[in-house]
């Protein structure tokens, strides 16, 4: 299965991404998390990429899809992918289609209003990359999956947080329209949208997704 998830920042994506890779047997390829390696390595990647997420910014598209190209030609994607924050524009869309074109996308769709808490209290594992939000923790520093530190991403500040719906909305909304089939130019015939209600339970959610991928 060649699998997208797309949505807002703070959608879920992530979250949703752990268990339905598992569950189809794909890996998950999250480009956020790539690129946030690729800093803490001090790759050249890395070193072109930190200044965009500091600011809350897309990584321009030569390097990010230049990135994606190289991982999925690795053996594990022999089987599929589930990708994750990628595409985010609709060159990079086109990109994909011409390397190893998604069979379905889902759209995670969760209001504006929810997303802002979701992001200023979610706290990330250092050592599993897990995330969870502060409400549901018992203590805040620690994850309840596997003990390591949890941290709060450089990006989840209220300023940044407002440049990347922005950006969400700008560059990556018309991919609805590009994976409806609606819009010119056309590479993939056909209505690869599926659409799933977020602004619920994580398991909801989970469950919403499997079924619209029947
Ligand atoms: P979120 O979905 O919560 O915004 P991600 O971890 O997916 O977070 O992405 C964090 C940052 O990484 C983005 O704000 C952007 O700077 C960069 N990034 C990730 N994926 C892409 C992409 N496909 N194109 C350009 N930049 C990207
Ligand atoms: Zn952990």
Known sequence: MKLIFLG????????QAVGVSAHLGVPHISTGDMFRSAIRNETPTGLEAKRYLDAGELVPDS???????????????KNGYLLDGF???VDQAMALDQIDPPEAVVDINVPDERLLSRLTGRRVCGKCQGTFHISKLEDEHTCPICGGELYQRNDDQPETI???LKAYHDSTEPLIDYYKGVTEPRLIEGNRLKTVNGDTKPEDVFKNILASLE
């Open 162 to 164: 407002a440049t990347r």
């Open 63 to 77: 390097v990010t899809i230049a990135m994606v190209r190289e991982r999925l030609a690795m053996d594990d994607c």
């Open 8 to 15: 807002p920042p703070g959608a879920g994506k992530g979250t």
């Open 87 to 89: 595409p985010r524009t």
